[in-house]
């Protein structure tokens, strides 16, 4: 066994897969999750882009391999305060205990953007407004699929960027998973309910990534999901709980109105709350995006501006799950290379 | 009396070596906001003018762009500079300012 010390802060999968590895090169971990289960943000998902796959299978399989080796997990655990006192760090966590390190790794990943922010689309306010994770949470349920009112939803819509792209929201990036999940999310209602029209409200359609827009020609070779080019300006709730929209068509260049008995917000990526407070106790620099400012963005991008502390996964930017992964790997690699180097 | 034979229609590409940027220039030295324009069709979307008459600001901002200035001041006459586009615009372009500059220009 080395006789080093990692604390992992975060337990979703950026965390465990960076634990699984540490673990293999016998490193000491100490796993901190704040909630009573490990899985982050996959775990509480049902089905995954590009493939459709139930989310369970990659969330269950991570936890698996934390299990089997019996890596030393804190649930339930909040980190107080994280102190660098020589080469060591102190972190004090919710249950007032202190833990001494050799290094940190933050994984603490994202929140989703508050859509309430964005009260012209109405979310909080009327019912049949939602987000994607709202939606995913009703394809978990076996029942059949209604709108919060009850109605089988005839006409749904999918609002694009919400939260990203916008000035106004202070997010000037593309979070650039939500034009996939939008079409995913479109692909799976229309095959709940054939006789539903969909529609997606684009700025843009960003399909950069594996099988995506094979997935997006598939919604409309297959399953003749409508894409109109156009940010929703506004959306209102009609005397019978439907939502009308207010968009510009702008390929006719012609005003649109549309009623529909869903609208899905495709809420963007933030750096999480969780990680803010972090940042803010170990004097972390933050990029404008309001994720981390990493010491160099190509070659050291798993090093925070805090020399012992890493980072890895979406606390750095919006990542996938498979960049996800691959970036908590490169992060125990940062991570054994300062430890060996601190010897 | 109808008259037959041949003639040459004018041709419908935008000549992009023959532009006039003048008026672009002129405005985006006022309000270089205007550059940012993504064309994502929130301001028209929620613009009342735009909702009665054929008036759509991103519609003219891109018409500028192109050179295409023809007939500009009659459809800025429609705007009742109410100020919602700029309310909504995702990528902070003063478009209200647009406007006034535009009419100040042609005005002139």
Known sequence: ?343 | MKEFGYKISASRQIDFDKIDHSLYRKIIENEPSMRLCIDCGSCSATCTAGNITDFSIRKMNLMIRRGETVGLQKEFANCMLCGKCTMICPRGVNTRNIILTIRKILNN
């Open chain 1, 1 to 343: 066994m080395q006789n080093k010390t990692v604390a992992i802060i975060g337990g979703g999968i950026a965390g465990m897969q960076a634990a699984s590895v540490l673990n293999r090169m016998n490193y000491n971990i100490l796993l901190i999750e704040k909630k009573d289960k490990l899985g982050g943000h996959v775990g509480e998902w049902t089905y995954l882009f590009p493939t459709l796959r139930p989310a369970i299978e990659v969330s269950s399989n991570i936890i698996k391999e934390i299990k089997d080796k019996k890596i030393d997990i804190k649930l339930n655990t909040l980190v107080k305060n994280i102190e660098k006192d020589k080469k060591n760090f102190r972190i004090i966590l919710s249950d007032e205990s202190t833990i001494t390190a050799d290094a940190v790794l933050l994984s603490t990943g994202f929140d989703l953007f508050d859509a309430s922010i964005k009260e012209e689309y109405g979310y909080g306010i009327y019912k049949n407004v939602i987000t994607q994770a709202d939606l995913e949470k009703i394809f978990a349920k076996p029942t059949k699929i209604s709108n919060p009112c009850g109605k089988i939803p005839s006409r749904i819509g999918f609002v694009h960027c919400v939260g990203s792209r916008d000035e106004k929201s202070g997010n000037l990036y593309c979070s650039k998973l939500c034009c996939v999940t939008a079409v995913k999310q479109a692909i799976e209602l229309k095959k709940h309910l054939p006789e539903s029209e969909i529609f997606c409200f684009y700025m843009d359609m960003r399909m950069g990534g594996p099988l995506y827009e094979e997935l997006y020609l598939e919604a409309q070779l297959k399953y003749g999901i409508h894409f109109i080019r156009g940010r929703v300006s506004e959306a209102s709730e009609k005397i019978d709980n439907s939502v009308q929209l207010k968009v510009e068509d702008t390929l006719t260049g012609r005003p649109l109105k549309m009623t529909v008995d869903m609208l899905v917000l495709m809420a963007g990526m933030v750096m999480s709350e969780t990680g803010k407070q972090l940042v803010k106790s170990a004097n972390i620099k933050l990029s404008e995006s309001g994720f981390i400012a990493t010491q160099d963005m190509h070659i050291k991008n798993n090093l925070s501006s805090m020399p012992g502390i890493f980072v890895a996964g979406t606390i750095n930017s919006p990542m996938s799950i498979s960049e996800t992964l691959a970036d908590a790997k490169s992060a125990a690699f940062e991570i054994i290379k300062y430890l060996e180097e601190s010897n």
